[in-house]
């Protein structure tokens, strides 16, 4: 805790000037396909079945638009923003709920030999640390390693003060913490306050902190050669001013996994634990919006509160290259194991999927893939089945 308070200190606090170097990038991603999605559950004696057929947007990659920059401080140190933009490629409606910069809007100090410093809106560390070994890249929907570890399902914390330490070439460590995270909420055991009731409520930065919905983010990541090893926690506080008093206890996340290189294969795994609640339900069909009949693990909100709720996920997934091209494949299984729900309206979670891509040049690329999801969201007898073909193209 001394060498991060240190460094804290050294990063805020360093001012000295050089002579200013600026360097400003506009990136993006256009991401769109063709998708096929059907969902099914048979439930209280009735086959409940939906199909969907059309365009979706942002499949291997979420549709962006950014502005990157740094600003050379002297001495290694460098002022760094970035403001990032998500649309929904086939409308130009913005997504993250219509925000301006929903995917990042951060502004920070950067040392390449000491760490960095971010403040603002951003992803977690488990979402970061963990990017790298999902074979699909936290990316293709149902396929996405987030369908069974929700705290690293591309999730996002507004207001949120991230400190990466780089304590040597290999290993960083890094420690984060979220004021206000503007992630939506049902709190099942508090009371009065339902889905539809705390669902718009205690999103955004208020004066009193305890009010706000607030998470703490820790993570480590070694990288060293082919071999990548990585560990995350994740912990949700809720607000004070719900009904009945803030839910206890908070729901927390853990995971940790790697990932070798041998070159003509990469071979990953992962393992986490969730408990007492759930990050951002991955919905059946993922991509789509079909009004599904299968609720997703978080009950339409991006955190579930839900004392005696547990569940323990396993990843085993690989990548192929072959010239310009790459398969991907994984197997997910998420077991609950907690006594919040009836046991026999559960079962795990198996999640089968492949992707076949296709490298035009280094920037364009076609992809293909198939996901097969049964007992989805741990439904015994749901069953989610994703088809698709699109186009990704990186500026």
């Given amino acids: 805790m001394k060498r991060f308070a240190t460094i804290f200190s050294l990063l805020i606090c360093h001012l000295t000037s050089a002579q200013a170097q600026d360097n400003v990038t506009i990136y993006g991603i256009i991401d769109i396909g063709l998708q096929y999605a059907t969902v099914n559950q048979s439930r ?10 059309g365009i979706a947007s942002g499949v291997q990659s979420g549709s962006r638009l950014g502005l990157r920059g740094t600003h050379e401080m002297g001495e290694g140190f460098q002022t760094v923003f970035t403001l990032e933009n998500g649309f929904d490629s086939s409308n130009g409606v913005a997504q993250q709920g219509g925000r301006l910069f929903g995917r990042q809007s951060t502004i920070g100090i950067k040392h390449n030999n000491i760490g960095q410093f971010d403040i603002g809106r951003q992803m977690n560390l488990a979402t970061n640390y963990f990017l790298p070994i999902d074979p699909f890249a936290e990316g293709f929907g149902q396929a996405n390693f987030g369908a069974s570890f929700g705290s690293a399902n591309t999730t996002r914390y507004s207001n949120l003060l991230l400190l990466q330490i780089q304590a040597t070439n290999a290993l960083t460590i890094g420690l984060g913490y979220s004021f206000a995270t503007e992630m939506s909420a049902v709190y099942t055991a508090n009371g009065s306050c339902t889905e539809s009731s705390c669902l718009p409520n205690n999103q955004t930065s208020q004066f009193q902190t305890n009010n706000n919905l607030r998470a703490l983010s820790l993570g480590a990541k070694y990288s060293s050669g082919p071999l990548l090893l990585s560990i995350a926690y994740d912990q949700l506080s809720g607000p004070d001013n719900i009904p009945n008093g803030p839910p206890k206890p908070n729901p927390t996340a853990w995971l940790a996994g790697g990932a070798y290189d041998f070159s003509v294969v990469k071979i990953a795994v992962a393992f986490g634990q969730t408990r007492n609640g759930a990050w951002n339900g991955q919905p059946a069909g993922a991509g789509t919006t079909p009004n599904s009949p299968l609720a ?20 085993l997934g690989v990548t192929v290259p072959v010239r310009e091209a790459s398969i991907l494949a994984s197997v997910q299984r998420m077991q609950a194991v907690g006594d919040a729900l009836p046991r026999s309206d559960m079962g795990p979670q198996m999640i089968y999927s492949a992707a076949y891509l296709y490298n035009f040049s280094r920037r364009t690329n076609l992809y293909t893939y198939a996901s097969y999801g049964n007992n989805y969201a741990a439904i015994r007898s749901a069953q989610s089945t994703v088809l698709g073909v699109g186009i990704r193209h990186q500026f």
């Fill in 44 to 53: 209280d004696r009735t086959f409940e079945s939906n199909q969907f057929l």
């Fill in 296 to 315: 997703d693990s978080t009950l339409g909100s991006a955190a579930l509160f839900l004392p005696g709720a547990a569940a323990n996920s396993l990843m």
